[in-house]
């Protein structure tokens, strides 16, 4: 397929026939879509010929890289020997048992059962059904609330859009559903005004009691974050944060949910951001990197306690066609057995990671408008400001961060700006020399975009 067309007829095909997920159609058929052909390590190609350094790793997603070589060929061998079948009925396949074994000894101590899905919506979506079952079981059918957090995001299905805290995807489609409330999110440089960020740490988790007591602790069911909020602007909470969040959810006997779909397999450094924080949920939901992008599947992990009690209450009326599918399976097995046994996650804690968080900061802390400077492992990001010493935001929160973001773009680097966030995930497989490349980029870009603020008068 990549040779048979122009790029004007492919942006023009495309103008005329697909519709593009959070995009404004006519803005982007007027411009014409930036044509991906093919994709190796951490680089894009487009058609136009250009190498792109792909510094978010698609989505968030291809933790283990472009262009393995591995992958198609167990996708291939599975697709011969058995392309699909379900597993709702008594019966279960080679591959999502493997891959359920695999799970179990990745994931942290208590982690033994898996539901799959084939996205992160349908995880969070299957999460909220199993949390309002897990209260049902135990005789508690009031407990039905999920408390999330403003500007979280947990997907764009109707459960996870609504428990999701992104304004501007609740007005479209009266969001969120009944039983779905939200709290600040932990943003100290917004939020912390004179606090040290370890007292901000406990004072947002205070907003989550509080939050509990408004609605009242019977009817409650769970608590609901991003260890590291991504797509709401790779928000670190304080050290304080998640043990504080921990001790009241067990306080007031509240189901504790990691979102764990950015953060999962190898992100941080650690398998799952949970191991960053010291704190142990009681459910957490994956995709994106379980199978670095290679096929669309999703996993919600379940400890023993919620395991147990799902069991007690015989069907769990829920499931997809494609639950464990065959290919998705067996990719996904070895995609985490090449993260684990190729040393990719232990490389990010003990070197890329280490490495990449002290460049980051020692390139982007020199920037006038640049604050905030912070990541763990390889997600990291910073904030575009007005004012460092007064810690003041520019006005049109994201204005300053699509044109910054743009900069990175024509220099064939491609960054995300989340608001006046700018944030980064390579692929897990970059290595120090392409960590110093990206950061050369980068730090030209940043000269140019200040030099631009300077001439529009917007400083
Ligand atoms: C991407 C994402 C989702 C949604 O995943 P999809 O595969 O796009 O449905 C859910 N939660 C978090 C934290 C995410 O980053």
């Known amino acids: 397929m990549q040779n048979q067309r122009t790029t004007t007829e492919w942006r023009e095909l495309d103008a005329a026939h697909h519709l593009h997920p959070f995009t404004d159609t ?15 390590g951490i680089y894009l190609y487009d ?21 393995r070589k591995d992958l198609p060929e167990v996708a291939k061998q599975q697709m011969e020997q058995l392309a699909y079948y379900n597993t709702f009925f008594k019966t279960t396949h080679p591959a ?40 049902d079981v135990k005789g508690k059918k009031d ?3 999920l408390i999330g957090r403003w500007n979280g995001y947990h997907g764009s299905t109707i459960g996870g859009a609504s428990l999701g805290g992104m304004t501007y995807m609740h007005e479209q489609g009266d969001l969120p559903i009944p039983g779905i409330v939200h709290v600040e999110q932990p943003w100290w440089y917004k939020h912390g005004k004179d606090m040290t960020p370890e007292e901000f740490g406990l004072a947002a988790a205070k907003w989550v009691e509080d939050k509990i007591l408004e609605v009242g602790a019977d009817k ?20 304080t944060y998640w043990p504080e969040i921990q001790r009241i959810c067990q306080k007031y006997d509240i189901l504790l949910v990691a979102d764990e779909v950015i953060c999962g397999f190898g992100r941080t450094g650690e398998w799952f951001g ?59 097995h070895a995609n985490v057995k090449a993260l684990r046994d190729e040393g990719i996650v232990d490389r990010v804690k ?104 300077k001439e529009r008068g917007l400083v």
């Not at 101590?109 to 909220?128: A, L, P, Q, R, W």
């Not at 990671?353 to 763990?376: I, N």
Request: hydrophobic share 40%; aromatic share 10%; charged share 20%.
């Open 220 to 239: 409650v069911a769970a608590f609901v974050g991003e260890p590291i909020q991504g797509a709401g602007g790779v928000i670190v909470p304080p050290s």
């Open 350 to 453: 003990n070197d890329t990671g280490p490495y990449m968080q002290k460049r980051w900061r020692e390139v982007f802390s020199q920037f006038e408008h640049v604050d905030d400077v912070r990541g763990v492992g390889l997600i990291q990001a910073f904030t575009l400001v007005k004012n460092k010493a007064t810690r003041e935001l520019f006005p049109d929160f994201g204005e300053i961060g699509t044109m910054c973001r743009d900069i990175f773009f024509k220099n064939n680097l491609i960054m995300r700006a989340c608001g006046d966030h700018i944030v980064s995930a390579p692929p897990l497989v970059i290595s120090k020399e392409e960590i110093d490349q990206m950061l050369e980029t980068a730090a030209k870009c940043m000269v140019e975009f200040e030099k631009q603020l």
């Open 143 to 145: 407990k039905k609330t």
């Open 274 to 332: 949970q191991q960053v924080f010291g704190f142990k949920p009681d459910i957490f939901t994956t995709a994106k990197g379980l199978s670095s992008g290679y096929q669309p599947i999703g996993a919600v992990f379940v400890n023993d306690k919620v395991a147990t009690t799902l069991a007690a209450g015989g069907d769990f009326n829920h499931g997809f066609t494609y639950s464990g599918h065959p290919v998705a399976a067996a990719v996904a």
């Open 96 to 135: 999502v048992v493997e891959l359920s074994h695999l799970l179990s000894e990745v994931a942290p101590e208590g982690f033994k059962h898996v539901f799959y899905t084939n996205s992160g919506s349908e995880s969070v979506d299957t999460m909220i059904r199993m949390v309002r079952r897990y209260w």
């Open 47 to 67: 058609s136009e010929g250009n190498k792109i350094l792909d510094g978010m790793a698609g989505l968030w997603c291809v933790n283990i890289g472009y262009g």
């Open 26 to 40: 006519n803005s982007l058929n007027q411009q014409g879509a930036r044509v991906i052909t093919k994709a190796e």
